[in-house]
């Protein structure tokens, strides 16, 4: 202690000779929630820029390299530079072309015949995951009620438009998990975001899930142009609507749940998966006398149908472990 108001802290030197800190440079101290003390040497909050360099030679097999790239985009750097001892393959530029439309902020800026450099344009602070997952839950419930739809209506096209849609729903939660990876390497980018890890987590989990139900919109998308409406008959066909609208309804409810901190309407969508399991054995006892071809695709369907309910309840738990950081548990 200094005077009568102010204390002095003593730094390790190897961290001030890391960061190349020089006799009276400002240094930040943030409080973190548990008490502890941050100190950093960016006082303004500035993004951190991170490249991650690959070099095709290493990795030639396109599928890889497109991994490769996803990877890189989901761990958060800001910039990815792929070069080359010769020219870049052509095989490898309709990768990075398909990457690009495949993920949110990444852009080509510089390009030579051995090199390519792209950068994220996109600031954090305009796509906040919590409006990134909403627009998940929409596009996903469109895509439930869609994959049916196309299904009690031997709609071809609307299948496919179902299966297209997945990729939006992974553009959204890549982006979710690259937004996560950074908050948790860039502590000023937290508090930029009016949100801390704690509370970023639960949101991510809950993407991950909704990745998972889109998914199997597009398995029963799939299943859907297997038959026709014809061969299910009005009565099976009745059976999966209605599990259906009790599937999507428990997915509605418990990402309601999720954003408006509810507990008591997320542990009720938790109980209400016993009685779509009953409905999916009635269902799955007619499947039986019917044929293989038909009654193959139609499981695949109903149990897709299960797993979204599943998943939602998934969704309700989480709602529960999210509202439980805070204080208050009679919500």
Not at 184 to 202: D, G
Request: hydrophobic residues 40%.
């Amino acid at each position: 202690m200094t005077g009568g108001s102010s204390y002095v802290i003593t730094l390790p030197k190897t961290w001030i000779e890391s960061l190349n800190v020089k006799k009276n440079d400002p240094l930040g101290i943030l409080v973190q929630p548990d008490g502890t003390l941050l100190v950093t040497k960016n006082i303004a909050g500035d993004q951190i820029h991170r490249i991650k360099e690959i070099h095709v030679d290493q990795y030639t097999e396109p599928d890889f390299f497109l991994r490769l790239l996803i990877g890189a985009y989901i761990a958060g750097y800001n910039a990815i530079r792929i070069s080359t001892k010769e020219r870049i393959p052509g095989q490898i530029r309709v990768k990075l072309r398909e990457f690009s439309s495949m993920v949110i902020g990444p852009e080509c800026v510089e390009e030579t015949d051995q090199s390519i450099l792209m950068k994220d344009l996109l600031n954090p602070l305009e796509m906040p995951f919590e409006n990134s997952l909403k627009r998940m839950f929409v596009i996903v419930k469109g895509m439930h009620h869609d994959a049916i739809e196309a299904l009690l209506k031997d709609d071809a096209d609307l299948a496919e438009d179902v299966i297209d849609r997945d990729n939006d729903v992974d553009r959204l939660f890549w982006l979710i998990a690259r937004q996560t990876n950074m908050i948790m390497q860039n502590i000023h980018l937290s508090r930029k975001m009016n949100t801390s890890i704690s509370q970023m987590l639960p949101h991510y989990q809950v993407g991950r899930i909704m990745e998972r139900v889109g998914d199997h919109c597009v398995r029963m998308a799939h299943n859907a142009e297997k038959i026709r409406s014809s061969d299910l008959g009005t009565e099976l066909s009745s059976r999966v609507l209605h599990a259906s609208d009790e599937a999507i309804q428990v997915f509605e409810k418990s990402v309601e749940a999720f954003f408006t901190h509810d507990m008591k309407k997320a542990n009720r969508m938790i109980e209400s998966i016993h009685h779509l399991e009953k409905n999916y054995a009635l269902i799955n006892d007619e499947i039986l006398i019917l044929p293989t071809t038909i009654a193959v695709p139609i499981r695949n369907i109903t149990d897709s149908i299960r797993r979204t309910g599943e998943y939602s309840a998934d969704i309700a738990e989480n709602a529960i472990n999210y509202e439980m950081l805070g204080e208050d548990p009679e919500k």
